[in-house]
Every structure is written in C-alpha cells, then in structure tokens.
C-alpha cells in the first residue's frame, strides 16, 4: 500500500476489532445480517455519502394539537430511569445526561407513533468512533435509531447517526458539526403478531435535518450489539421510548409525539 498507516487487528476476549486510522472500527467475526451482503458492524460497508443539511426547524416552533409533549424544557415528569425518577440534568431549555444517570424512558406507552426530537452532541470533541457523542433513541426499549456525533468521525456505517443499530446504514449523513442542535423526525410502525405468528415486521421512516435516511424500512428484529436481532416472541403492541445513556453528555429538548392514527374505513 502506499501509505505507511497500519491495520490493527486486536484480539481481545476472543472479539476480533478491526482498527485503522483511515478506516472505521468494526468487527469482522460478527454473523452475516439476514438479506445482505454485511456482517453486523462490516468495517467494509461503505459509508453513507455525506449531505449537508438545510435549515429546518425552529426550537420556538410548536407542536401540533394532538401531540403528547415529552418535553417542554422544564422538567422530566414525562419520564422514568427504570423504577426512580429521571437523573438528567434539565437547565436552559434542554435535558443532559448526568454522569451514571442511566438510561430513560418515557412513563406513557404508545402505539404507531410520530415522534420528534432534537438532540446535540458534545461541542468539545472526545473520544473517536463509537465513543463520541453516542447515545440512542430506543424503541419500545428494543428497536434503536442511533444518535453519534457523525461528524467527520469515521465509525462502522450501522452504527454511525440514522442508522437502524446493526442493521441498516442511513441513506446519507446528514449530521451537523458538534455542538449544533440537530432534529430527528421518526415515524413507526410496530410489528404485529396474529395466533403467536408475525405477520408484520417493525418499520421505521427516520428524516435527520430535513433528510430522509429510512423509508419503511423493516428491522430485522430488535437491535443488538454484535449479534443479528429475531423475532423470537410476540411484544404488546404499545411500549415505551428510551433515550440511551452511553455515558456522553448528550443534550435532548422539543419532544413530542402523536399516534399515526388511522384512515377513514
């Protein structure tokens, strides 16, 4: 090769992390994810082409009638850290993870939803890869649209911003420079079982700053780390949404959410 970069391949606990410094970290002894040609984590999946979004929301900007608010910038009444009230830090119109917080979720259960958020990763940068301004919203506590500081920070292509977490890459990187606030706008449907049987996988649409990255887009089942997710048993068909502590201090405000609702039958 031309250039005098050398490829690591550190054997640690018997997992075999790829490593190199002008290449994604990513695991290569990982299963094949179902219907592609990737491993989960492929250090080789191309990364998603690189977009520059517009502006496309306002922080003033209200929420529709019907909405259930999440948050409004004042307090964490809508949320829970398993059975104990919320620890983030809540000041100056936005949520923080607190040091060993924990995760948090929502205290009411939904349906086939819409849900908006905004979210910014840390403005100083620390830490590379997976380690930088990483947290998630997951949902129902199983399917996660992951949150990264994407960045000019090169990492395995799903797991980086938008990407359904070892599944699927968005379509573009739309992420904004540390520190900006950025938006997710997500709408999901809910994987339906009939007699025990699935007959509906999970899907989601995600737009990141006006782009889209998911259309409908199925999950494969609910999203692990290193591993292929299944269906294995039937989930109610409400549940809750998780923001993920991942031990950055990543900041959240404008949450909302409205059922999909139904059409006219």
């Known amino acids: 090769m031309k250039h005098s970069i050398l490829t690591l391949v550190i054997a640690v606990a018997g997992l075999s992390i790829a490593q190199a410094a002008d290449s994604p970290v990513g695991y290569t002894d990982t299963p094949m994810i179902p219907g592609q040609k990737w491993r989960v984590h492929d ?5 998603p082409t690189v977009v520059t979004p517009g502006t496309t929301f306002s922080h003033s900007a209200p929420a529709p009638s019907d909405a259930t608010i999440l948050f409004d910038g004042h307090d964490l009444s809508q949320w829970k850290s398993g059975n104990k009230e919320a620890g983030w830090k809540v000041e100056n119109g936005y949520m923080e993870v607190a040091p060993n917080s924990g ?11 819409q849900l ?7 403005h100083k940068v620390e830490g590379n890869s997976q380690g930088r301004g990483n947290s998630g919203v997951i949902i129902f506590g199983m399917y996660e649209v992951q949150v990264l500081d994407s960045f000019n920070n090169k990492t395995y292509a799903d797991g980086q911003t938008g990407a359904m977490y070892g599944q699927y890459a968005p379509l573009a990187n739309a992420s904004k420079v540390p ?11 809910t994987a339906r ?22 259309h409908k887009q199925e999950y494969s089942g609910p999203s692990h780390h290193r591993r292929v997710g299944t269906y294995n048993k039937p989930h109610p068909p409400k549940g809750s949404i998780h923001l993920q502590d991942h031990n950055n201090p990543m900041r959240f405000r404008n ?3 409205r059922s999909i609702g139904k059409y006219d039958e």
Do not use: C, M
């Open 43 to 47: 250090p080789e999946r191309p990364a």
């Open 103 to 113: 995760s948090i979720q929502t205290k009411g259960q939904f349906d086939d939803f």
């Open 116 to 122: 908006h958020l905004e979210f910014a990763t840390p």
């Open 179 to 189: 520190g900006a606030w950025q938006s997710y706008d997500i709408i999901f449907e």
């Open 193 to 214: 079982w009939e007699d025990g049987k699935l007959v509906k996988k999970a899907n989601v649409t995600v737009i990141h700053n006006g782009v889209l990255l998911h």
């Open 255 to 257: 949450i909302w959410i």
